[in-house]
């Protein structure tokens, strides 16, 4: 006799198997018509390996979370992070490939909490013709002609300053932020450092701290803290452009980026507070890496000091005859780059190493990974600065991404962190305060801002 339990199991069974033929049918056309993914992991539903990703970015080794996956599935692999599914590359080529076909084949896409917060108006969201043109408006405030005659003084200068205050204790990853921060500001808008300044670094920190969370308020305090801090330093932004707007009703002009953002107003684009405001805000994502050196390192620059003496400003030539110094550059970016990779979206469908990126898939460009990779480089888990003085192939090597998009102030960055390990390594010696270690999310930094007990060095110059 059939029950009406048997009925139930039997209607349940029926539709579970239409279920999975429907499925199974449908992935198999779709694979058919596009191709395969690459293989992998989406985990938990909505989530899927986010959780797992921020876990290990946050302890001194996240190289596990991508080592094996890398090992299971190959350099190209398919995760769900930051609530999309992603495709994942570790592999230099492709990665190449990628940046390199900006706006062909791939475009500007960020997780909803960066974009959020750099907001939509920012360089580093916008997209086609906008995007060149005011990337390279960028680069012209940033290239080695006018670091050369403009910028240098005023990197020289803030630097100097800075350490000039520094005794005892410091946290000097908390100082190289200061530094950073100050030398960014004075490029964008003439503004000498001041308490107004350090307080906008402060609420500046804030936002970056919200770059990688669940973009929901509600959900997460520090995504909360971020939004909060972000409205804070738009509306002390805003109050600058406003006034520098009637300033320059008055006919007073400045040299540095926000006059070029008005005399960029023309007939086919015009800025609003708005939009230049977000400009402003994206530009400040800057690099904030310093580190410790060697002897090697501070013989270079002792020559530079004995030369010049204690009083005199260094010029574009004593930068140029630090060959050491850039490969400790070199190696630091390497090894410990602030932005680890890159975010971009298929605009159509894209075969890469004999699989299928399907249009609108979010994939990620891992830099980190290439740099750490043992095929890419030499006992690839080692500083070892003297690597960059037998190769100078780019080939593994992009720190400041690449492509339409690569960072148009990498110059200006490698020229601040010389001047800044000229004046550190000739001024001072140190030794650690307490024991630290790097984490890497949301950006690379050390736990506890390393701190360190300086003492004036006694050379002669």
Not at 51 to 75: C, H, W
Request: net charge positive; with cysteine; aromatic share 10%.
């Amino acid at each position: 006799m059939i029950t009406m339990d048997d009925l139930f199991l039997s209607l349940l069974f029926t539709l579970s198997l239409s279920t999975i033929i429907f499925f199974l049918l449908r992935t198999t056309t779709a694979s058919r018509r596009k191709g395969r993914m690459p293989p992998g992991s989406i985990g938990l539903p909505l989530i899927g390996e986010t959780f797992q990703l921020i876990s290990a970015y946050k302890t001194e080794n996240p190289e596990p979370f991508i080592d094996a996956r890398v090992s299971k599935y190959g350099t190209v692999f398919t995760t769900h992070v930051f609530g999309e599914r992603t495709i994942f590359s570790a592999d230099a080529e492709t990665n190449r490939f990628i940046l390199q076909n900006e706006g062909r084949l791939f475009e500007s896409s960020y997780p909803g909490s960066i974009s959020n917060l750099v907001g939509k108006h920012s360089l580093l969201l916008m997209r086609g013709s906008l995007h060149r043109r005011m990337h390279s408006l960028t680069m012209s405030f940033a290239n080695s002609t006018i670091i050369k005659d403009h910028l240098l003084v005023d990197i020289d200068r803030l630097v100097r300053l800075n350490l000039d205050s520094w005794t005892g204790r410091i946290l000097l990853m908390e100082e190289a932020k200061k530094i950073t921060f100050e030398l960014t500001l004075k490029q964008l808008l003439s503004i000498d450092p001041c308490e107004w300044t350090e307080n906008l670094r402060k609420e500046y920190m804030l936002v970056i701290e919200g770059f990688f969370c669940i973009p929901l308020p509600f959900f997460s305090l520090t995504y909360r803290r971020a939004i909060q801090a972000r409205k804070r330093v738009t509306e002390a932004l805003n109050l600058v452009v406003r006034e520098r707007r009637r300033e320059r009703e008055r006919g007073v002009k400045k040299n540095d980026m926000l006059a070029a953002l008005f005399d960029s107003d023309g007939d086919d684009v015009i800025f609003c507070d708005d939009e230049i405001v977000d400009f402003l805000v994206s530009l400040l994502v800057a690099g904030y890496d310093t580190t410790s050196t060697t002897m090697t390192l501070a013989e270079e620059h002792d020559a530079i000091r004995a030369k010049k003496g204690t009083s005199v400003a260094l010029e574009w030539d004593d930068y140029k005859s630090m060959p050491f110094t850039q490969c400790v550059v070199n190696e630091t970016l390497r090894l410990s780059n602030i932005i680890s990779g890159v975010f971009r979206r298929a605009m159509t469908d894209v075969t890469i190493k004999g699989y299928t990126i399907p249009k609108g898939s979010k994939v990620f460009t891992s830099l980190r990974a290439v740099h750490l990779g043992q095929d890419n480089f030499e006992d690839a888990r080692v500083f070892d600065p003297w690597r960059w003085q037998k190769t100078s192939d780019p080939t593994n090597f992009m720190p400041f991404g690449g492509g339409p998009r690569r960072c148009p102030g990498y110059e200006l960055a490698k020229v601040a962190l010389s001047v800044f390990l000229h004046h550190l390594v000739t001024r001072f010696s140190w030794k650690p305060a307490e024991k630290d270690k790097l984490v890497f999310f949301p950006t690379t930094r050390t736990q506890k801002r390393y701190p360190i007990i300086m003492e004036h060095r006694n050379v002669v110059g």
